[in-house]
C-alpha cells in the first residue's frame, strides 16, 4: 500500500516514543521507505541507533551537523520525503509549529516544507485540554496540518482522558488517507470569498466588514479534498491558501467577470459578501472639498454573481451554493433567497451581534436545500468548512 512512498519521521520527545519504533517497522513492512528525525527530547527516550537499525536510515538530529549539511540541506531533507510524519507530536512542538519557530532541525525541517504534515498528539489530559494547546491545534488545522488522535484512555502519568497517542494502526490507517487521492479529484470548483470594493474616487471606496475567514476555509477544504480550486476574492483580511489558483478583484463587476472566464465548474460556492451597489459618479479624480456644498453620490445596483450563475442556461455547474447572512427569521429569509436566486443550496447564518459569529472563530449555520433545513451544531468555521466540503464530495460523487 506505501509501496515507493517516502516518510520522514519526526520523533518528539514523549513517553509515547516508544510506540514510534514500532510505527517504523510496520511502514517498512508496508514497503515505504522511513527516514527519522529525532529531538534532542525526543532522544531522552529513543536511541538513535534503535531508530537507526529500524528504518535502516541514518538518524537527523541536529540542524548544525556540517556532515548532514554537505550530504543533504535541511531544505532538501524536508522536500524529499513524500510526507512528514510527526508522532508523538509533544505540547511543545505543536506550539512550535504553531508560532512558526525553527530553533532545531525538526521544528526547521516542519518549517521548511513544501509537503503534507500529519501530527499524532500525546500528552497529559490537562496539556491537551489546555486553551494554549486547543488553540495552537486550530492554527495548525486551519494550516492544513492533518491530525491523529490523541485517544481518550489511561496515561502514563496515572490520569486518564484524552491525550494519549493514536495506536499505530490507526496512524497507518491516516496516513494511507493522506496519500489516498480525495474524492473531489478531477472536480473544479470555484468559490468567492470576501468583501467587494466599489470606489467612490480614486482613493475612497465603500465595503464591508466580511474578512473572508469562511470562504479560504472551505478553498482550503474543498482542495484538501483533491478539488481544483480556482478562488475569487476581493480584498480580504486573509491570504489566499495555498494549492488553489487565486484571482484577486475589488469590485462586484470584476467578480463576476473573474466566475464567467474561470471556465466550467463541476460546483460553485458563493462565499463572497458582494456590495449590492457601486457609485454610478465615482470620481476620477479624488474629489475635492471645494466649497461647492456636499458631493452627491449616485448608486446603480451590482450585478447578482450568484442568481446570474444559478441562471445559466448553459453550462450550468452541477452544484450551486450561495450563503445567506441573516439577522431574523434566518431559516424563512434563506428558504426565500434560495428560491429567489434559484441555486442548489443556501448555507444560512445568524450574524445578529448576540451570536458572536460574525468576526468570531465559530459558526452555526443550516444548510438549506431540496431535503430541507439541517441544522448543524456550533463548530468552528474550518469545522464548517471540512463539513460542507464533504458534503459537495458526496453531491459530485
Ligand atoms: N451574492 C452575489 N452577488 C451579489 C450579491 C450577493 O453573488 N451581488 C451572493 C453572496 O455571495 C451570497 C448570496 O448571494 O452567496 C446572498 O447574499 P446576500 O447579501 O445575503 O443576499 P442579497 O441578495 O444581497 O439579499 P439581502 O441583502 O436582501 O439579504
Redesign the pocket.
Known amino acids: 500500500m506505501l509501496a515507493d512512498k517516502h516518510i520522514l519521521l519526526i520523533v518528539g520527545g514523549g513517553i509515547a516514543a516508544f510506540k514510534s519504533l514500532d510505527l517504523v517497522r510496520r511502514l517498512r513492512e508496508q514497503g515505504a521507505k522511513v527516514t527519522p528525525v529525532l529531538t534532542k527530547a525526543g532522544a531522552e527516550f529513543v536511541t538513535p541507533l534503535s531508530l537507526s537499525a529500524l528504518s535502516a536510515s541514518k538518524v537527523y538530529q541536529d540542524l548544525f551537523d556540517l556532515t548532514d549539511e554537505a550530504e543533504m540541506g535541511h531544505i532538501e531533507l524536508s522536500r524529499a520525503a513524500d510526507l512528514i510524519v510527526v508522532a508523538p507530536a509533544t505540547a511543545d512542538l505543536m506550539a512550535k509549529m504553531a508560532g512558526g519557530l525553527a530553533g532545531d532541525l525538526a521544528t526547521t525541517l516542519l518549517l521548511a516544507t513544501d509537503k503534507r504534515v500529519l501530527i499524532a498528539p500525546s500528552m497529559n489530559v490537562r496539556m491537551w485540554e489546555h486553551p494554549a494547546t486547543q488553540r495552537n491545534l486550530s492554527i495548525l488545522k486551519g494550516d492544513g496540518i492533518l491530525v491523529v488522535g490523541p485517544n481518550e484512555g489511561d496515561m502514563a502519568c496515572g490520569e486518564y482522558g484524552p491525550g494519549r497517542m493514536a495506536e499505530v494502526p490507526e496512524i497507518i490507517l491516516a496516513i494511507d488517507a493522506a496519500f489516498a487521492d480525495g474524492p473531489l479529484k478531477g472536480k473544479h470548483v470555484l468559490v ?1 470569498s470576501g468583501p467587494t470594493h466599489e470606489p467612490i474616487d480614486p482613493v475612497r471606496y465603500i465595503a464591508n466588514r466580511s474578512s473572508g475567514a469562511q470562504g479560504t476555509a472551505i478553498a482550503k477544504a474543498l482542495a484538501a479534498l483533491g478539488a481544483d480550486v480556482t478562488f475569487v476574492t476581493g480584498p480580504a483580511d486573509v491570504p489566499p491558501p495555498s494549492g488553489v489558483k487565486a484571482v484577486q478583484v475589488q469590485t ?1 463587476q470584476e467578480m463576476l467577470e473573474a466566475v464567467m472566464n474561470a471556465g466550467t465548474v463541476d460546483a460553485a460556492v ?5 456590495a ?1 451597489w457601486h457609485v454610478v459618479n465615482a470620481g476620477e479624480s479624488k474629489i475635492k472639498k471645494d466649497g461647492a456644498g456636499l458631493p452627491e453620490l449616485h448608486f446603480a445596483e ?5 442568481a446570474t450563475v444559478s441562471q445559466m442556461t448553459k453550462n450550468r455547474p452541477k452544484l450551486v451554493v ?4 441573516e439577522t431574523n427569521d434566518v431559516i424563512a429569509n434563506a428558504t426565500a ?1 434560495r428560491a429567489r ?1 434559484q441555486c442548489d443550496w443556501i448555507v444560512a447564518n445568524d450574524v445578529s451581534p448576540e451570536t458572536g459569529i460574525m468576526g468570531g472563530r465559530e459558526n452555526a449555520v443550516t444548510l438549506i436545500s431540496d431535503a430541507g433545513a439541517d441544522s448543524w451544531p456550533r463548530m468552528h468555521k474550518d469545522a464548517v468548512a471540512a463539513k460542507l466540503a464533504q458534503r459537495i464530495a458526496e453531491a459530485l460523487a
Open positions: 468567492t462586484a458563493f462565499a463572497a459578501a458582494v449590492d451590482n450585478p447578482d454573481i450568484l450561495g450563503f445567506a447572512a433567497k436566486k
